[in-house]
């Protein structure tokens, strides 16, 4: 068997595609990020389908791990099925050591087939950073301990069951994951390649972090983004989740620039952990033998079209960062052609010389690593909940409201970027909306959209003629 590379990925909570110093943004420090994309291929055009959840990082990560596209997940993701192999199932099965720390959103179940090895592990979505319930890893995959918790002490006296071992109790999330790593890196014997799997609970809120990084960024210094919004111009039936309520309505300015300063002292201090690992890969000697993916697992609007999450199509939401690195990878390459973040399954097989399994939808993006101007995908599809159906293709993105809301968008990408300017209902455009219409419903058909329970009741309320 040839040489096979150890795999390293570095994954991100809501880290928005344009948050890298590097990639566009002299706002936010990111020495260690930078790094990646200066020595690998950055996929500036990487994405995600949606979800099929409020919680869109479970049904993310589900596609991620299995190579599925949306629909045809098990539910939203919340477990990942057997006959849906696993990446680390799929390594593990090619002599692999796979090792898992951090946010595991999919199931002990695919988390126990997936890993040999763990440490640090978080099977839920999102926690106070300083004292995270995690398990140890558990050699029978049961992982069934629970501890009590207490989460409004001055209001009741009732603890509720949470799925852990311990509470990391005043130390950082991504410190504790970056521990686990680093010393999963250095006790490495070095018999078998590896894979490991670095799921960090950062930058998503509670936005918390160590002082000196906190006072890293002066709101005061902060610049608003140029589609910056009060309110979004009409209520389509996010309004109440939690992420929207971060922030007040309207949205102020200052209390925007307070959100950016905390999100971008998050994804420093984050970056100063990644680096921690990096570190760790060139003082062990495996640096020049491994393959390291930064990736997160959706977007974020933090008051971009007066939004604050992420259950939404605008690029800031859909759009995720996505850097491989590493040998048989082409250093200081943009890649500015559409992908999905599930077609990282597929890609990691190639450049490892494992079998692609037969359950993964996804496509490799090697092909754009040895010729950046292959189209791999002319077109894409995404879905949030019951709500909302969209396509783009290299230029315009059609936007599809449904269910209490009856709304269209339609945005020329090429000149208006940040989505500001809403050509729908202009003559001039008819034919694009009636182009976009026919490839939704050519999407809704290829993905089984309209077998799933949320596609039935959206397009059971989208009516195109209404729109016309």
């Known amino acids: 068997m040839p040489h096979q590379p150890n795999i390293v990925i570095l994954f991100t909570d809501d880290q928005r595609f344009d948050t890298i110093h590097t ?17 690998g291929a950055a996929f500036t055009q990487a994405h995600i389908p949606g979800g099929t959840s409020a919680a869109i990082c479970m049904p993310s990560r589900a596609m991620l791990h299995s190579g599925r596209t949306l629909f045809h997940l098990q539910g939203s993701g919340q477990q990942i099925p057997p006959e849906h192999t696993t990446l680390g199932e799929a390594f593990r099965q090619a002599g692999y050591r796979t090792f898992g720390t951090g946010k595991w959103h999919n199931g002990p179940a695919a988390y126990a087939r997936s890993f040999t090895d763990g440490e640090a592990i978080f099977f839920g979505g999102m926690w106070d950073h300083w004292s995270v319930p995690l398990c140890h890893y558990d050699v029978t995959g049961r992982y069934d301990n629970k501890v009590p918790y207490t989460p409004d002490f ?72 140029a589609n910056f919004m009060p309110e979004h111009p009409f209520r389509f039936g996010v309004e109440e989740i939690r992420d929207e309520l971060l922030a007040g309505y309207p949205r102020t300015e200052d209390e925007i620039k307070r959100h950016i300063a905390d999100y971008y002292a998050m994804l420093s201090h984050l970056d100063e952990q990644i680096g921690r690992v990096l570190a760790a890969l060139e003082q062990t000697g495996r640096a020049d033998d491994t393959i390291v993916v930064l990736a997160g697992d959706n977007g974020l609007a933090v008051g971009q079209h007066g939004l604050m999450g992420k259950q939404n199509h605008y690029e800031h939401s859909i759009r995720v960062p996505l850097v491989i690195a590493g040998p048989g990878v082409p250093a200081g390459l943009a890649v500015d052609r559409y992908a999905y973040l599930l077609d990282l399954f597929p890609t990691l097989c190639e450049l490892a ?9 996804g496509a490799s993006l090697r092909p754009l690593m040895e010729q950046p101007d292959t189209r791999l995908r002319e077109t894409l599809y995404f879905a949030y909940n019951d709500l909302i159906r969209s396509v783009k293709d290299e230029r315009f993105k059609l936007i599809e409201y449904a269910g209490g809301c009856r709304q269209t968008q339609l945005f020329d990408l090429a000149e208006d970027p940040l989505e500001l300017t809403n050509l729908y209902g202009r003559p ?41």
């Open 23 to 39: 990639l566009g943004n002299r706002a936010v420090r990111t020495p260690n990020m930078d790094r990646l994309v200066a020595g």
């Open 154 to 225: 001055q209001h009741s006296n009732h603890p509720m069951q949470v799925h852990c071992d311990y509470y990391s109790t005043g130390k950082h999330s991504s410190e504790i994951i970056s521990d686990a790593a680093v010393d999963f890196i250095n006790g490495h014997d070095g018999r078998q390649p590896f894979l490991m799997y670095v799921s960090y609970l950062a930058p998503h809120d509670p936005r918390t972090m160590p002082e000196r990084f906190r006072t890293m960024y002066d709101p005061a210094d902060i610049e608003l983004p």
């Open 353 to 361: 010389g494992v079998a692609i399994p037969a359950s993964v939808e």
């Open 428 to 468: 001039e455009y008819e034919s694009n909306v009636r182009r976009l219409r026919q490839l939704l419903v050519a999407f809704r058909d290829e993905w089984d959209d309209a077998a799933h329970p949320l596609g039935q009741a959206y397009w059971a309320s989208y009516d195109a003629s209404e729109r016309s």
